[in-house]
């Protein structure tokens, strides 16, 4: 039971990370100066909408006492609502927007972002290394591998914008698809 308990904090850690990942993604789109910075953070903020909603689906099973469900039951278990209406707005203002509000520059947003994706990489892999069942390793490992690629992305453009001063934004965004 407290190892239920455990896995249900974790989530819900979890959850609300997406949720401020996904403000903070709007925001840095509404506020880069290129439209292939915006279309970046917009693929981002869209992808983020996926992972709050199936780690609320799944956080949600496992508090009910139904334990983990695989990821593609979570996707097709209610996220149209979610995706429909966009993120929960109760954490439009986190600490991610306040450090982008005082230096709103594209390469604020991308280092802010490499910062935010490092970290849902290592919770992410932490939280695999205590994974139990095979449906747990499973989700896990796709979310991380979807972090991975998040991080990718904005590496790529770091690169791209300290190099050059241009964004790339030709990579291929769907980085779900690609860990498919």
Not at 14 to 22: L, R
Not at 60 to 86: C, F, M, N, P, Q
Not at 136 to 159: A, D, F, G, P, Q
Request: charged letters at 25%; a negative charge; aromatic letters at 8%.
């Amino acid at each position: 039971m407290s190892e239920k308990m455990n896995a249900a904090e974790e989530l819900t850690i979890a959850h609300n990370t997406e949720i401020a990942g996904y403000h903070f993604y709007t925001m840095a789109a509404a506020l880069a100066s290129d439209p292939k910075g915006r279309n970046v953070f917009t693929h981002l903020a869209k992808e983020e909408l996926t992972h709050i909603m199936v780690i609320g689906q799944i956080a949600e099973s496992v508090k009910s006492g139904r334990g983990w469900i695989d990821y593609d039951t979570a996707l097709s278990s209610g996220g149209g609502k979610i995706l429909a209406k966009g993120a929960p707005i109760f954490q439009g203002e986190n600490e991610l927007v306040e450090r982008l509000k005082t230096n709103q520059t594209d390469i604020n947003a991308v280092n802010i972002g490499i910062e935010v994706e490092e970290n849902a990489v290592e919770f992410y892999l932490n939280l695999l290394k205590k994974a139990v069942t095979p449906t747990e390793k499973v989700v896990l490992t796709k979310i991380l591998e979807m972090e991975k690629n998040h991080l990718k992305i904005l590496r790529w453009e770091s690169e791209s914008l300290r190099n050059t001063g241009f964004w790339c934004g030709d990579m291929e965004y769907s980085v779900e698809k690609e860990a498919e």
